[in-house]
Every structure is written in C-alpha cells, then in structure tokens.
C-alpha cells in the first residue's frame, strides 16, 4: 500500500558491458498521486555509474517536494554508499580505508547532496529490494535501463497514479539505515523470510535463481563458472561483494 504523504521511487541501472554502454531508469510517484517514468543512458559507461545515475535523477526531480521519500534499489552499492561508506570517504578526503581514490567521487557527492538536502523537505529512507525478484516496480525500471543501454525506443508512462499499469503500492523491502537492515515488507508470505536463492556468474553475468535445479543448469559444464546459495540480502550482498559484483 502506497503511504500518504510519502514519495515512492523506484531506480536502476544497466550496462550492456561493464564498462560498456549503459542506460538507467526511474519510477517516481509523487504524493498527489502522479507518476513520472525516466531514463537516460550513456555511451560508455559502467553499471554503478547508472545505479547512481538513477537515484540522483530521481532525487533532483523532486528536490522541491517537501515529503519523505521512500527509494527502492537492487544496488547494495548505492545504498551501502550513501548510508555507511560516504561519511568516511569524506572524512578521509574520499580516500577510500585501503588506499586509492575513491570511484565515481563526482556522483557520490551530487547524491550526498541531494541526500543530505532532503532533511529539510523530507528525509530519503533507502530501501533494498532484491533484483528480478517480481517486484513489478523493480521489473519496469530494470526494462528501462536495459532499453537504454541498448538504444532500443521505450515510452515512458507520465499521468495519474489511477491509469498506469505497473503495481507500484506493494513491494518486499528492507529499509535500511546506518545500523543495518530492518525489514520493511509491504507484502510477504510467511515463509518468506529466510528463503534461499541460488547467485550464478559466468563471465561476469550475474543470474538469480530461485531453485538449485535451475542454477546448477547454468553453472554445469561452464569453466570458471561461479555459485552460491544465499538465505539472506546480506548473506547474499556479502557473496557478491566477494565476486567483485556490485548488485
């Protein structure tokens, strides 16, 4: 269910490559009940880059809408980043704790910007939702970024929350802060929590599963294909972190 009084965004990113050429997308539901789709995309570019391109879209576009924003991401990276590791970042001169500079400085402060602005209009609660999971919210932007990326045409949806086709008000969630994850899930079956999924790699792309059927018939017989089972977003953010994966 949609909150009253709240801004809903959901946000993406792909690239076609990595690096490669990219596209991100965005879906923002604003308390008056309007809805804005956005995308945009790059030449060359990397999958981060997007999923930060995403979220600073996103945010400018409602820089003047004084409410809380709710924003749902598949990216452990954006969120991660903005909720833990950018104070440090700054604090060491965005130098990141082992040495070397840190990625993508220019977008992480345009997004500490715009994040830290919001306290006065409406702080943002980030939200992880997992990727390729059902969430049509997620689903739709994902088909944005990826159109994008690819330079296929796409129309974008902008009117009333009353005549769009993608069920935006129910979403599983973890709302996430500084202190860690707390989970926030609109719409859960019971067994919901601690249901595992099976992550594949192959050739740096990135596939989720819901069955070990189904991994293992991707994995079996590729050389130098990577698995895991994961029964947790953080058990499944720390195997990725692992893999060098960002989402």
Request: glycine residues 12%; contains cysteine.
């Amino acid at each position: 269910m949609l909150a009253e009084g709240r801004v809903r965004i959901f946000t993406d990113g792909a690239c076609s490559g990595n690096p490669g050429p990219g596209g991100w997308g965005a879906i923002i539901v604003t308390p008056d009940r309007r809805v804005k789709e956005m995308g945009g995309g790059q030449p060359a570019t990397t999958n981060n880059r997007m999923e930060l391109m995403g979220a600073i879209a996103s945010l400018k576009h409602v820089s003047e809408v004084a409410a809380p924003v709710d924003l749902y991401t598949d990216s452990t990276y954006v969120i991660h980043g903005i909720t833990r590791w950018v104070h440090g970042w700054k604090r060491n001169g965005w130098t990141k704790a082992g040495g070397g500079s840190v990625l993508n400085r220019d977008l992480w402060e345009a997004l500490d910007l715009l994040n830290s602005g919001r306290k006065k209009t409406g702080p943002v609660e980030w939200k992880y939702v997992r990727g390729h999971s059902g969430n049509p919210g997620n689903e739709r932007v994902d088909a944005i970024s990826v159109a994008y990326s690819l330079k296929h045409p796409i129309e974008l949806f902008e009117g009333p929350l009353d005549e769009y086709d993608i069920d935006v008000a129910e979403v599983q969630a973890e709302s996430v802060t500084s202190g860690g994850a707390e989970k926030t899930a609109s719409k859960a079956s019971a067994g919901a929590k601690g249901k595992p999924i099976y992550l594949s790699l192959i050739d740096g792309v990135l596939q989720r599963h819901d069955t070990w059927r189904e991994c293992e018939a991707r994995v079996k017989g590729k050389p130098n294909a990577r698995y895991r089972k994961a029964t947790s977003p953080a058990e499944e953010s720390a195997i990725l972190s692992g893999w060098g994966v960002s989402r």
